[in-house]
C-alpha cells in the first residue's frame, strides 16, 4: 500500500489547514489509519485516527475540538482538517494505515506498516 500525504503549508495562528492521504489500495476501507506528527528535535507523536470498521474517532488531547479526521473511501483518501491552529502545531505530518491494528495500540507509531512521505505544517506567530 502507497500513501500519498498532500495539503501542508505556511498558516498563520488561528487558521486552517486540511491534509490529504491517498492511498493505493483498493479496499482502502479494510484499513485503520492514522495521522502523526514529528516536530524538529522532537519524537513522532500520534495525533488522530480513524478505526477501519466502526469508523470510530481518536485523537490526542492537544488537538481534541480543533482537528478532525475523516475518510472517503470511495476515494481511498483519509482527511485532517485542523482548525484554531497554533504554533506548536507546527511539524511534519504523516499518514499510515495498517489492517491489523488493535484500539490499545492505535495509538502506537509502530504498529502501523504502511506510512506516506510526511507534509510539513508551519503555524507562525
Known amino acids: 500500500v502507497q500513501l500519498q500525504a498532500s495539503g501542508g503549508g505556511l498558516v498563520q495562528t488561528g487558521g486552517s489547514l486540511r491534509l490529504s492521504c491517498t492511498a493505493s489500495?483498493?479496499?482502502?476501507?479494510?484499513?485503520?489509519v492514522g495521522w502523526f506528527r514529528q516536530a524538529p528535535g522532537k519524537e513522532r507523536e500520534f495525533v488522530a485516527a480513524?478505526?477501519?470498521?466502526?469508523?470510530?474517532?481518536y485523537y490526542t488531547e492537544s488537538v481534541r475540538g480543533r482537528f478532525t479526521i475523516s475518510r472517503d473511501n470511495a476515494k481511498n483518501t483519509v482527511f485532517l482538517q485542523m482548525n484554531s491552529l497554533k504554533p506548536e502545531d507546527t511539524a511534519t505530518y504523516f499518514c499510515?494505515?495498517?489492517?491489523?491494528?488493535?484500539?490499545?495500540?492505535?495509538?502506537?507509531?509502530?504498529?502501523?506498516?504502511?506510512w506516506g512521505q510526511g507534509t510539513l505544517v508551519t503555524v507562525s506567530s
Open positions: 499510515a494505515a495498517d489492517k491489523w491494528i488493535l484500539d490499545v495500540v492505535i495509538r502506537n507509531d509502530n504498529a502501523y506498516s504502511y
Open positions: 489500495a483498493r479496499t482502502f476501507s479494510a484499513y485503520t
Open positions: 480513524m478505526w477501519r470498521s466502526s469508523g470510530g474517532t
